[in-house]
């Protein structure tokens, strides 16, 4: 008999809240319906009174979703609540999640004292129970609230009607014994208990998110809450692909079951990290690159001989295919649509073409075209919408410096050209680029990765820029690295600009503190 662990993923909120991961409506719609498909239970699609853009995401993904529950947060206020309510309510499965901080810490600051804040608590719950009859209670920093405490304000919650509790370590202190006890203790000692869904909400601030996840559904937790390649605050949230492969694995000492289609991970891993701007690190666990890579000559012969020998699970288990030699110059359109459906992405005929062509193009000037290429490919934006676009560069660089850039962008629909010098190719390039197009954004990243392997390999870049608090994330790919960190730096200006532009209309989303439950 295995025991079923509901799977609530928050990627949407809280990984779209780590500084940089913000994602457009188009990309929050897009993940919500890879979530939905790959059977997650509940998503957690946003912080609806956090902006007009995050309110109208909660409600178009309701509107949308077939199989899951969607989920709004809030905090513990009525026009919050109000407010989570009127986003979810047209899905077929709302539900309203509420919270406060109970920790001394956390206490200070809307400086409510205990008695102050149980009232709160059933006030709040209580209200969002009379619209919704799905309502989860958090106690946000319960790993470090006084025991007592944390246990009232978990009983008035289960009282006043909460469905799920939620007993976060929100700064990811605890460890898996504290973790499974402290669940057990709540379990055994709270009246009602046994009639709501305890959770588990971990980050990963010492590397214990997945451990302290599942100590959590050992001490009788029956929902994690995780994110796709553990995005989240800070150090992250627990992954959603590392807690749910380490049941299916360890079915002998984890017999629990969840309802996601572990060979969508792949899919869904990809995607998030192209549309948050955070690449997944080459040894992560489960969706990295090197996880199913087998280098050295003595791995590679016990591969050889029994896959067992090295591996736990298949790699088709978590939808990687098993050879990433996929496509050349004369590979049709057909392949190209059936190859990237496998990859995840699924595309309109008139996307099809521009991604075609650009796959001929790539296909013409590179041997051999891997499915890690086809996933580089499928990161340039080349969005009708963008404000400034490249139309040409040319940089001549060698050992007698200043390097040199001559550049034509497009702005606003007018060619603008400019020469220019930097201390190295890229940073004329990056010069180039501001001389076209003032900004004040400050670059904060700047990373570039090799795709493949060989001198042909394209470089995949990352760029992030800060401006007055905003910050926004571009990404690129290209045999030629200068140019992918141009297309990069261009895309995450693009982006800084619609972030900019939205700030002006609404209001800020960081003016709506978090961590401030007043009214
Ligand atoms: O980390 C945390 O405590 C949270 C709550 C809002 C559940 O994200
Ligand atoms: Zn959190």
Redesign the pocket.
């Known amino acids: 008999m295995t025991d079923r662990v509901y799977i609530f993923d ?1 990627t949407l ?2 990984g779209e809240q780590s500084p940089g991961a913000t994602m457009t409506h188009a990309e929050k719609l897009e993940i919500a319906a890879m979530l939905d498909d790959m059977g997650v239970d509940i998503i957690e699609a946003g912080f609806p009174i956090a902006s007009e853009g995050d309110f109208a995401a909660v409600s178009d993904i309701a509107r949308l979703s077939k199989n899951s529950v969607i989920c709004g ?1 809030s905090r513990a206020n009525f026009k919050d609540i109000d407010r989570c309510w009127d986003a979810v309510k047209h899905a077929a499965q709302p539900r309203i ?1 509420t ?1 406060i ?1 109970t920790s001394p810490l956390h206490r200070a600051i809307p400086n409510l004292d205990m008695d102050q804040m149980a009232e709160r608590i059933h006030d709040c719950v209580t209200h969002a129970r009379n619209l919704c009859d799905n309502v989860q209670w ?1 106690s ?3 790993t470090r609230t006084e025991w007592e405490f944390l246990k009232r304000t978990v009983d008035i919650a289960i009282k006043a009607g909460a469905t799920t509790i ?1 007993i ?3 700064v990811g202190y605890t460890a898996p014994v504290e973790s499974a006890d402290l669940i057990r203790r709540l379990i055994a000692e709270v009246d009602g208990a046994d009639e709501v869904v305890f959770a588990t ?1 971990c ?1 990963n601030d010492l590397g214990m998110a997945t451990a302290n996840s599942l100590a959590a559904v050992e001490g009788g937790a029956r929902q994690i ?1 995780c994110t796709i390649n553990g995005l989240g ?1 800070r150090a992250g ?1 627990t992954a959603l692909e590392e807690v749910v492969m380490a049941m299916k694995v360890r079915q002998d000492i984890m017999p629990f079951s969840t309802g996601v289609d572990t060979t969508k991970i792949m899919g869904i891993s990809r995607r998030v990290a192209t549309v948050s701007g955070f690449p997944v690190q080459f040894n992560k666990a489960i969706v990295g690159k090197n996880a199913f890579a087998h280098e050295s000559g003595i791995h590679q012969d016990g591969m050889l001989k029994n896959a067992e020998t090295f591996e736990i699970m298949r790699p088709t288990d978590v939808g990687l295919s098993e050879t990433s030699l996929v496509m050349g110059k004369h590979s049709g359109r057909a392949a190209l649509r059936s190859k990237l459906a496998d990859l995840g992405y699924e595309l309109a005929d008139n996307q099809l073409s521009d991604v075609f062509v650009r796959f001929k193009e790539l296909a013409d000037r590179k041997k051999e075209v891997f499915e890690d290429d086809l996933i580089a490919l499928m990161r340039q934006n080349n969005a009708e919408e963008d404000r400034i676009k490249l139309v040409s560069m040319r940089v001549v660089c060698g050992t007698m410096g200043p390097q040199t850039c001559e550049m034509t962008l497009n702005i606003d629909g007018a060619d603008q050209s400019v020469e220019t010098t930097g201390d190295g190719p890229v940073d004329s390039a990056f010069n180039a680029v501001k001389a076209l197009f003032a900004h004040e954004g400050r670059l904060q990243l700047y990373q570039v990765n090799a795709v493949t392997e060989g001198t042909d390999a394209q470089a995949t870049v990352s760029v992030r820029l800060e401006e007055d608090g905003r910050i926004a994330t571009g990404q690129s790919a290209d045999t030629d690295t200068v140019v992918a960190s141009t297309k990069a730096y261009i895309n995450a200006l693009n982006r800084l600009i619609v972030r900019r532009e939205k700030t002006a209309v609404n209001f800020d989303r960081k003016s709506v503190n ?1 961590r401030d439950a007043g009214e």
Do not use: I
Request: no cysteine; net charge negative; glycine share 4%.
């Open positions: 928050t909120r809280d947060l999640h919270f901080g958090s946000m920093d319960a939620n976060p370590d929100t909400h980050h809450e605050e949230n978090y």
